[in-house]
């Protein structure tokens, strides 16, 4: 056995390397639900990351969301020593204003959240649209490097937001559900992007890079980030920081220009290779396959 793992540190090692994954949650501080209030929501997320040992996190704030009473959840964030990260004040798509527009209130965004402990400056992108023409694309990413920058990319998408939307709108309506059920698919949907996400940069890369899991600040997350960390580590992996995970070279290698940004990074990276749009994209990132999920996990009883 000593000599196995001797063998796999000499020869092996890249290979022997657990496969890595930031986590990393977008539109903070998301208003609270009929089911669980704003505050409520951050003191369970930040006891799940502390409690599993999580070496950091990054919130993309949403700034149109900040009020007296949520910029208090930033800094709850914070003082845990977790990081905070610009998603725009308005989350408008970048393909459906003009550059300047856009540009603009990621400033505004920013004057807002450099106020707070542990910002850093990374720029989410909502919905992952990076505009809708070579041209703005350009014209946004300038703007942001001279804002001092760098994009806050993802390499695993998923739909987190819709299975939340669900489970927020059947509590709403007072529908009786099974949780276990729901908490059994929502780490069975994330884990199945995690894999979806990893075989394609392994494909389009030659060897797994550090990823970046995308979730949201929702209340699904509150619920079940313990479960999902689990899992994640079940399987072998390893959590580890996002401002590390933002240094991997097999990722930052490449320019800027891509033409297909929508499923993060890795698509991005495998679409200019040569990979058909078609195949970067997992079958869970579709509202129909999560309905009908919904009914074979027996989520509503
Ligand atoms: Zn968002």
Redesign the pocket.
């Known amino acids: 056995m000593r000599f196995f793992i001797l063998m796999c540190a000499i020869w092996f090692v890249p290979d022997c390397h657990a496969q890595q994954i930031a986590l990393t949650f977008?539109?903070a501080p998301m208003p609270g639900t009929s089911v669980m209030t704003g505050e409520e929501r951050t003191k369970r997320i930040i006891s799940a990351l502390k409690e599993s040992n999580v070496p950091d996190a990054l919130f993309?704030v949403?700034a149109q969301y900040l009020s007296d009473t949520s910029a208090k959840r930033l800094t709850q964030y914070a003082d845990a020593g977790f990081h905070l990260a610009n998603?725009s004040f308005s989350?408008t798509s970048a393909n459906k204003i003009s550059a300047e527009g856009f540009l603009s209130d990621a400033r505004k965004a920013h004057s807002m959240i450099k106020l707070f402990s542990n910002q850093v400056n990374y720029f989410?992108f909502?919905?992952l649209h990076h505009g809708d023409s070579k041209t703005k694309r350009k014209v946004i990413l300038d703007g942001l490097d001279e804002l001092g920058y760098r994009v806050g990319y993802v390499t695993v998408d998923n739909f987190d937001w819709y299975v939340n939307s669900l489970y927020v709108t059947a509590m709403g309506d007072g529908k009786k559900l099974n949780i276990e059920n729901l908490k059994r698919l929502y780490v069975d949907v994330l884990w199945a992007c995690i894999q979806f996400y990893d075989a394609v940069a392994v494909k389009a890369l030659g060897k797994s890079p550090k990823h970046v899991l995308l979730l949201?600040e929702n209340d699904l997350a509150a619920l079940f980030l313990p479960d999902l960390i689990a899992k994640i580590r079940q399987e072998g992996w390893q959590i580890i920081s996002p401002l590390e995970a933002y240094n991997e070279p097999l990722l930052s290698q490449y320019g800027r220009e891509f033409d297909f940004n929508k499923q993060g990074r890795v698509a991005a990276i495998a679409y200019m290779k040569g990979v058909p749009e078609e195949l970067l994209r997992h079958p869970s990132e579709n509202t129909e396959y999560l309905d009908r999920l919904l009914k074979e996990y027996a989520v509503i009883q």
């Open positions: 977008d539109d993309f949403t998603h989350h989410r909502p919905y949201h």
